[in-house]
């Protein structure tokens, strides 16, 4: 996942390792994939097979949102006050 200069998440392999083979230059991806897989990597056959795995994966932007806005547990708990409460309160503002 790579953040951009404007604070947005994008998806650009689902492992490090075809992260990794997904950086090299056309010309050196079946050797750096081979390199990968040498020392116990599983690494995506090709660069269309990385970008095939990202496919239905959830926007990384939507999760970072879902998180950062969702109800903090603990300091309900701590509060005294059901989860349940504080989240039907915050679907009414």
């Given at each position: 996942?790579?953040?951009?200069?404007?604070?947005?998440?994008?998806?650009d392999?689902a492992?490090?390792?075809d992260?990794?083979?997904?950086?090299?230059?056309d010309?050196?991806?079946?050797?750096?994939r081979?390199?990968l897989?040498?020392?116990?990597f599983?690494?995506a056959?090709?660069r269309?097979?990385?970008?095939?795995a990202?496919e239905?994966?959830?926007?990384?932007?939507d999760y970072r949102h879902?998180?950062?806005?969702?109800p903090r547990?603990?300091?309900?708990?701590?509060?005294?006050?059901?989860?349940?409460?504080?989240?039907?309160?915050?679907?009414?503002?």
């Amino acid at each position: 996942m790579l953040l951009d200069s404007e604070g947005q998440y994008e998806l650009d392999a689902a492992t490090i390792p075809d992260y990794l083979a997904l950086r090299m230059p056309d010309d050196e991806f079946a050797s750096a994939r081979q390199e990968l897989v040498e020392v116990g990597f599983a690494v995506a056959a090709s660069r269309d097979d990385i970008w095939q795995a990202l496919e239905g994966a959830e926007e990384p932007n939507d999760y970072r949102h879902k998180v950062t806005r969702a109800p903090r547990p603990i300091a309900c708990e701590r509060a005294g006050m059901s989860v349940d409460i504080i989240v039907r309160a915050r679907a009414s503002i």
